[in-house]
């Protein structure tokens, strides 16, 4: 039986996020699903593990850990190899400002909770909604593109050759904007990067549609 317990719904961002960095890092986990629509996850029993009742999760055996990012950092002081971020503190702020870029800029404003609201509680409906998500990612994408191109730090991923935070957040993110038909012809070194991703096995098994609870 696996020391870690990964509450999450298989179409979460940030939940790609966290199984995509488990599988980096070899570790092994079981899965608990929750549809979110439904509202599965806000029960008594889940936020007791998270007050919040959000996905992801990681029950681990030190505690439950919310918020990805978090989950992530913790990952990577409890299980440093392979590292998700460089040796160097300028290389390392250089991956995190990458990652905050999607984790911090687009993805607070595009999480299915504020979705919901613009559908719903704000009358925009369907067409809004994805009017909505399509702004806030071309708001950060044309700035996230001239990054990764222009900077000498940036190999076959976002940092050098070696896949890590900044990239977990990328793939995530554009995996995301596929379901508002977001296409990457602007975006030609996103695009590469996110191509070298999906031919990695730990991004490709993180994938929503290969997810045991995929619909």
Request: charge should be negative; glycine fraction near 6%; aromatic fraction near 8%.
């Given at each position: 039986m696996s020391d870690y317990i990964l509450h999450e719904f298989f179409r979460s961002s940030a939940s790609f996020r966290v199984r995509a960095a488990?599988?980096?890092?070899?570790?092994?986990?079981?899965?608990?699903?929750?549809?979110?629509?439904?509202?599965?996850?806000?029960?008594?029993?889940?936020?007791?593990?998270?007050?919040?009742?959000?996905?992801p999760t990681l029950q681990t055996p030190d505690g439950p850990i919310g918020q990805s990012l978090?989950?992530?950092?913790?990952?990577?002081?409890?299980?440093?190899?392979?590292?998700?971020?460089?040796?160097?503190?300028?290389?390392?702020?250089?991956?995190?400002?990458?990652?905050?870029?999607?984790?911090?800029?687009?993805?607070?404003?595009?999480?299915?909770?504020?979705?919901?609201?613009?559908?719903?509680?704000?009358?925009?409906?369907?067409?809004?909604?994805?009017?909505w998500f399509r702004h806030w990612v071309a708001q950060t994408f044309p700035a996230l593109e001239a990054r990764l191109a222009g900077e000498p730090d940036t190999g076959r991923y976002c940092h050098g050759d070696t896949p890590?935070?900044?990239?977990?957040?990328?793939?995530a993110?554009?995996?995301?904007?596929r379901r508002f038909d977001i296409p990457l012809d602007d975006y030609p070194t996103i695009a590469r990067i996110y191509d070298a991703l999906m031919a990695l096995p730990a991004f490709a098994e993180s994938l929503p549609e290969n997810q045991p609870d995929a619909i």
């Amino acid at each position: 039986m696996s020391d870690y317990i990964l509450h999450e719904f298989f179409r979460s961002s940030a939940s790609f996020r966290v199984r995509a960095a488990l599988k980096l890092k070899g570790i092994d986990y079981a899965h608990r699903s929750y549809k979110l629509r439904a509202k599965e996850q806000q029960t008594d029993a889940f936020r007791a593990l998270n007050p919040q009742a959000l996905v992801p999760t990681l029950q681990t055996p030190d505690g439950p850990i919310g918020q990805s990012l978090a989950i992530i950092e913790w990952l990577e002081e409890t299980h440093p190899a392979p590292p998700l971020l460089p040796p160097d503190p300028r290389g390392r702020a250089r991956v995190r400002g990458l990652a905050y870029m999607v984790a911090m800029e687009i993805h607070p404003l595009n999480n299915l909770r504020v979705l919901q609201h613009v559908a719903g509680e704000l009358g925009q409906g369907e067409a809004g909604m994805a009017k909505w998500f399509r702004h806030w990612v071309a708001q950060t994408f044309p700035a996230l593109e001239a990054r990764l191109a222009g900077e000498p730090d940036t190999g076959r991923y976002c940092h050098g050759d070696t896949p890590g935070l900044a990239d977990l957040c990328l793939a995530a993110q554009v995996m995301n904007n596929r379901r508002f038909d977001i296409p990457l012809d602007d975006y030609p070194t996103i695009a590469r990067i996110y191509d070298a991703l999906m031919a990695l096995p730990a991004f490709a098994e993180s994938l929503p549609e290969n997810q045991p609870d995929a619909i």
